[in-house]
């Protein structure tokens, strides 16, 4: 007889519980416990470099721009991108689980977390609400772009725009120059 395998099934007050750690990271999609190695100096590199541009192109006043950040949602869900830009209207300060907009979840791939980055956490996202969700991987040196509803990602090797509700703001990425200095990677 075949007995199909249980998933515990844990909450955002567990997942509270669980002691710190600076070498993983936590997250539930559905109740179900991911735990991922934190990441490495290129991964931090790139994030750096991401966060000071959308932070000098995005008013203070018109958005947030948090690395990391943490997506929220109910006592199963509780995910955390590199960066997370969400509206100004929520203070500083405001506690995650308040936060209930979210304009762009960015997760920028390692080895360890490719496939759960593009396809866990890509559903979750959207699904929670999130509006618009990039993947950035250096080892190809693109960006993909999803939203909901999105059968395919839309794949940017030059130039990716971020573009706020209403299009009043912008925030252009030069990927050459976001990917400047990292090695190359098709040889492997």
Do not use: C
Not at 2 to 25: G, Q, S
Not at 165 to 186: A, C, N, Q
């Amino acid at each position: 007889m075949v007995m199909p395998a249980v998933l515990p099934r844990y909450t955002v007050d567990m997942l509270d519980d669980l002691p710190d750690d600076p070498y993983l990271r936590y997250e539930l999609i559905d109740g179900v416990l991911f735990v991922t190695p934190a990441a490495g100096s290129a991964h931090s590199e790139l994030t750096t470099r991401l966060v000071m541009n959308f932070s000098t192109r995005l008013p203070q006043s018109v958005a947030r721009v948090a690395p990391p950040g943490e997506v929220r949602v109910g006592q199963r869900n509780s995910l955390v991108p590199d960066i997370l830009v969400y509206p100004a209207r929520f203070a500083i300060g405001t506690a995650w689980p308040d936060i209930t907009d979210w304009l762009l979840a960015i997760e920028i791939v390692s080895r360890s977390s490719a496939i759960y980055d593009r396809e866990h956490k890509r559903r979750a996202y959207l699904a929670l609400g999130v509006r618009e969700y990039w993947v950035v991987d250096h080892r190809t040196r693109t960006v993909e772009v999803w939203h909901a509803g999105d059968a395919a990602a839309a794949i940017h090797r030059d130039t990716v725009t971020y573009r706020t509700p209403g299009g009043e703001y912008e925030v252009p990425v030069d990927i050459e120059v976001l990917f400047r200095d990292f090695p190359s990677f098709e040889d492997e």
